[in-house]
């Protein structure tokens, strides 16, 4: 077998439990792309050949003495550089952090050599994982395989970019305010941010989070098919007790009606006629494939989204400046520069107010849920932006900022979301987003697998 590295995940896992192919002409394979595809577009920063032979090689000799190698046997899978891995420097895109050795396996990292991953590369992030743009002054400049001149996403812009161009099957990232939906929406595949506490994660590299991190920040994966996502969800998703938030949930919830709400403006954002004509197809895909969809208002999500931003850059301001400062990194200079200007210092109180409303604002989503057990929204106003364009002036930013509520709203709430990508507007992706309750990744999936069926089939593409 040739060219495995155009499989999915779940086909090239079952070619190797057959032994119609080997872990090891796998990695063999996904390294030959690596090498071939990475130069154009500098998705993965950091590789070491000789450990993935042997990751693979140890997948054959486990499936020769008759052991299940697990649900990911042999599959490549790339990290992203701002989760623990041992052996390699948790950069988190910062010169600071070069040095910055990884002792231990993060949960997530653990449970992907669990269920039989083989571990490809670490893939780029812009400075502190903050953008929606991938560029930072230790890894350099992540492009956008389907068209260098749009944004790869960020922060997880190195992950979606690898798993487009076919380097890994499935990529690992992280999502505070976008970082997996988004990337994935630029790049044309599709990308799942997890309910808070489903996938665990931590890293023994660092300090212990602060309270807007813990509540906000997950790890999910992005993959070139629904069914890979899933794959690798519930990989990542196995039980490590390090992760205090991680819930043991069933990944099939209740039986739940094919009612979804079609969400055009969420919170009375503008979007462009391109983005709306995505979402009304998408709607019209799964009422095609047995679902009843209504167009519906959201409950708030611009009010969260200044919460979020609030408890976010409440834990910048409690140390990470001077690192900024240190670092001295333009682009993340400028971009904190222009949220601590939107974003006012908060007193003890306003901060005690943003965590005591975080509560009501689950509650309305989860009572909007009850009718609606599926959103189709935007996963931004706008088509994916220019590369760069975020600092081009404070302005620029300022714009962008408004076209990713619905990326920045979420998180405060721990709700999951799943980027679909349903299409090229010329070569620009577009897709949408789907919201469903806590816990309701299955809804996620069910519905992300309709819409993607009555799609393009998915295939990796050819850096431009």
């Known amino acids: 077998m040739t060219d495995t590295w155009r499989l999915s995940a779940a086909d090239l896992a079952a070619a190797i439990r057959a032994k119609r192919v080997s872990a090891s002409e796998a990695a063999r394979d996904a390294l030959a792309r690596l090498d071939a595809a990475n130069p154009k577009i500098n998705a993965v920063v950091d590789h070491r050949p000789e450990e993935v032979l042997a990751d693979a090689a140890a997948i054959d000799a486990a499936i020769a003495r008759g052991e299940d190698p697990g649900p990911l046997a042999g599959v490549p899978v790339t990290i992203k550089v701002n989760a623990d891995q041992k052996g390699f420097a948790t950069t988190n895109g910062l010169r600071l952090q070069k040095d910055l050795i990884a002792t231990q396996d993060s949960p997530v990292v653990a449970n992907l050599r669990k269920a039989g991953a ?15 743009f991938t560029r930072n002054s230790l890894h350099g400049h992540t492009k956008n395989p389907r068209d260098p001149s749009i944004t790869p996403g960020g922060s997880s812009g190195g992950a979606a970019a690898a798993v487009t161009a076919g380097i890994g099957a499935i990529a690992h990232g992280t999502d505070i305010g976008g970082s997996v ?4 929406y630029a790049c044309g595949v599709h990308g799942l941010r997890p309910t808070l506490g489903r996938i665990p994660a931590w890293n023994a590299s660092g300090a212990e989070r602060h309270i807007g991190g813990q509540l906000m920040a997950v790890s999910g994966p992005i993959a070139r098919t629904i069914a890979d996502v899933r794959l690798g969800f519930a990989a990542m998703a196995a039980r490590d007790t390090r992760d205090p938030w ?3 949930v069933p990944f099939d919830g209740p039986a739940a009606p094919k009612r979804a709400a079609l969400c055009v403006a969420p919170d009375g954002m503008t979007v462009q006629p391109a983005v709306e004509a995505a979402l009304r197809d998408a709607a019209k895909r799964l009422e095609a494939a047995g679902w009843t969809v209504e167009e519906a208002e959201t409950p708030p ?3 969260p989204a200044a919460l979020q931003a609030m408890l976010w850059l409440a834990e910048s301001r ?3 400046n001077a690192a900024l400062r240190k670092e001295a990194d333009p682009d993340a200079t400028f971009v904190f520069g222009i949220m601590e200007e939107l974003c006012p210092v908060p007193d003890l109180n306003a901060f005690m107010d943003g965590l005591q409303k975080r509560a009501t604002f689950v509650r309305q989503w989860m009572e909007f849920f009850e009718r609606h057990p599926v ?3 935007p996963v931004s106003g706008e088509l994916p932006f220019r590369d760069q364009e975020d600092v081009d002036s404070p302005e620029a930013f300022r714009r962008i900022m408004e076209a990713q509520l619905t990326q920045v709203g979420v998180p405060l709430m721990g709700l999951p979301g799943l980027t679909v990508t349903t299409g090229l507007v010329g070569t620009v992706p577009v897709g949408v987003q789907l919201l469903a309750g806590r816990y309701r990744e299955d809804l996620l999936l069910e519905a992300g697998a309709a819409i993607e069926a009555a799609g393009v089939p998915p295939a990796p593409v050819d850096p431009a």
């Not at 083989?118 to 929606?132: C, D, E, I, K």
């Not at 939906?181 to 994935?184: I, K, L, Q, S, V």
């Open 181 to 184: 939906r988004y990337p994935a």
């Open 246 to 248: 991680w819930v043991g």
């Open 301 to 303: 999500l611009r009010e």
């Open 118 to 132: 083989v571990l490809l590369g670490r893939t780029n992030t812009p400075a502190f994982s903050l953008r929606w």
């Open 318 to 320: 409690r140390g990470l």
């Open 375 to 377: 959103a189709i929204t």
